[in-house]
């Protein structure tokens, strides 16, 4: 049965206003009825009173038209039209799979009475009365805390010149179920024609896809060996329930569905893996960086900032705090964790361990580290200083061996070592294994140099029968240590653990045979 977005204008409005998101709408893959309310009494020139009693049972009746033939609806609010269509849903207890407010008031006071007089002035036909209703009315249903797991998408103009773009944080805190918010740059109260670039309307239109999306059989099949095999993903879609189809339809599910992904001129599904550096600063200056060839201001990114960058990207099962930057240079980093681990989201951290204390530790854990990966290039002090100039290779081994302890006598994190080994530092890389098979890491995992920059100090350039010997018996040496070696391939890989051994670095000489693609 065909499903329906139903779209409320707000008082005084008119369809106009949503008139370009209903036209957004219409192009959603597969059928969808576009209902654009038209309130009672409005469309003349004079406007009506404010009167919730004729307004919500006209809302109700639609959704009922709905509801009786046994089709989902999805239900956008625009303005105050966000105020009737939560009275609506909580006086017909209606359960819509997805509620939209757009640039709806949550609390109309002293400090904003002037706003709403202004934007008034054009409906001289608005009686105090009405006025007095709507705001009694709106700060009424704005304080009201709501139950129940309906998901909710909060859409705000940044430039509101009507509604505070501080009231849709405010919405959030008004429901228990999973809630997403999205400031539009630029955009002003009249949302959906003020914004020339179309986000708004593409905002709404990719969430109701996904709130009306049936989750297929295969689909299913795949989540269900997915949590299977990483519990962490099965607590992402209970916060997030509409990202089941793009988890399922993944490059990274490929592996579980057993059909190799094949990329396409248009991806299909919208990313589940974010890499994000939450500061460009860093303590070292290793050698192979490209921070040696990219000369980049020092930033840090505010937490607000991540925050919405993750209600941007609300189908990021998978958050990495990762860069050219070292993260533990953020004094906010174990907060990052937890705003993305208090979303759902699995999350990881790339560090060099020089700052990891067994204070920042405890932290990180506690603030909800899912999985960390060290940067440790050589143990050895000669190549050390070398390859990362900056602090003692000491420091970092001694860090390591304490987060891992820590996390034993409180919560499991996934723990790795990434090393890109180089020319200077393949000698040494037996000496490397030995070193991390006593850190009480999981993996240890190798890579050659990249960046065109480094071409001439890539193994795969330097190779030799001696070389090639060195990395052999480093990874024979590994195994025989119970340390498990693996190669990039594996990176955006879902369920690593389980699968590990699809990306063990056998032969060793993947770590430095290269397609022809990629010389």
């Known amino acids: 049965m065909t499903p329906g977005v139903l779209l409320i204008h707000g008082y005084t409005g008119s369809p106009r206003e949503i008139a370009p998101l209903a036209a957004g709408i219409e192009t959603m893959p597969g059928p969808v009825e576009v209902s654009v309310l038209l309130l009672p009494g ?58 939209v407010l757009a640039s709806v008031p949550n609390r109309i006071d002293g400090s904003h009475f002037e706003r709403w007089r202004i934007h008034s002035a054009g409906n001289p036909g608005i009686s105090l009365t009405s006025m007095a209703r709507m705001v009694s009315t709106t700060n009424r249903v704005g304080s009201e805390v709501r139950s129940g797991r309906v998901p909710v ?34 955009a002003g109260h009249d949302l959906f024609n003020t914004d020339p670039g179309g986000f708004a309307v593409d905002v709404v239109r990719r969430s109701a896809a996904d709130a009306l999306h049936i989750v297929t059989d295969d689909e299913k099949e795949t989540l269900r060996r997915l949590a299977d095999a990483e519990p962490s993903a099965a607590r992402f879609l209970a916060r997030s329930p509409h990202s089941a189809s793009h988890l399922a ?17 248009v991806a299909d599904t919208e990313p589940v893996i974010a890499n994000i550096e939450i500061t460009t600063r860093c303590n ?8 040696t060839s990219i000369r980049r201001k020092e930033r840090d990114m505010p937490l607000g900032r991540f925050g919405r960058l993750l209600d941007l990207l609300p189908h990021a099962w998978r958050v990495t705090l990762v860069g050219l930057g070292e993260p533990l240079l953020h004094r906010e980093v174990a907060d990052f964790v937890s705003e993305a681990s ?104 190798l890579s050659d140099l990249n960046f065109p920059a480094n071409r001439s100090h890539t193994v795969w350039k330097n190779i030799d029968e001696r070389t090639k010997s060195i990395v052999d018996r480093a990874v024979r040496k590994a195994f025989s240590l119970r340390l498990p070696v693996l190669s990039v391939t594996g990176l955006e890989e879902f369920a690593p653990a389980a699968r590990y051994r699809e990306h063990l670095l056998i032969p060793p000489s993947m770590l430095y045979h290269r397609q022809q693609k990629r010389r």
């Open 42 to 99: 409005h469309g003349d020139r004079i406007p009506p009173a404010f009167d919730p009693e004729r307004f919500v049972p006209a809302i109700g009746s639609e959704v009922e038209r709905f509801r009786r033939a046994g089709r989902e609806i999805v239900i956008v609010g625009h303005s105050t039209g966000g105020i009737l269509a939560l009275s609506a849903i909580a006086e017909y207890a209606i359960v819509p799979r997805l509620l």
């Open 153 to 186: 998408l909060i859409v705000h103009g940044e430039r509101d010149e009507l509604v505070p773009v501080e009231d849709a944080f405010t919405w959030r805190m008004r429901f228990s179920g999973p809630v997403r918010t999205v400031v539009v740059p630029g």
């Open 249 to 265: 339809n993944s490059p990274g599910a490929g592996g579980l569905r057993e059909t190799p992904f094949a990329p396409g001129p």
């Open 284 to 291: 070292l200056r290793c050698a192979f960086c490209a921070r």
């Open 342 to 445: 208090s979303r759902g989201r699995h999350v990881t951290l790339a560090t060099n361990a020089v700052l990891l204390t067994e204070e920042m530790s405890r932290r990180l854990i506690g603030a909800g580290l899912d999985a960390v990966a060290f940067s440790l290039d050589a143990v050895d002090a000669g190549p050390a200083s070398t390859v990362r100039a900056g602090a003692t290779v000491e420091t970092s081994i001694g860090n390591i061996r304490t987060f891992a302890a820590v996390s034993s006598k409180t919560r499991p994190v996934a723990k790795a070592v990434f090393s890109a080994v180089s020319s200077s530092t393949a000698p040494y890389l037996e000496r490397l294994v030995e070193t991390v098979a006593r850190l009480g890491v999981d993996v240890l995992m």
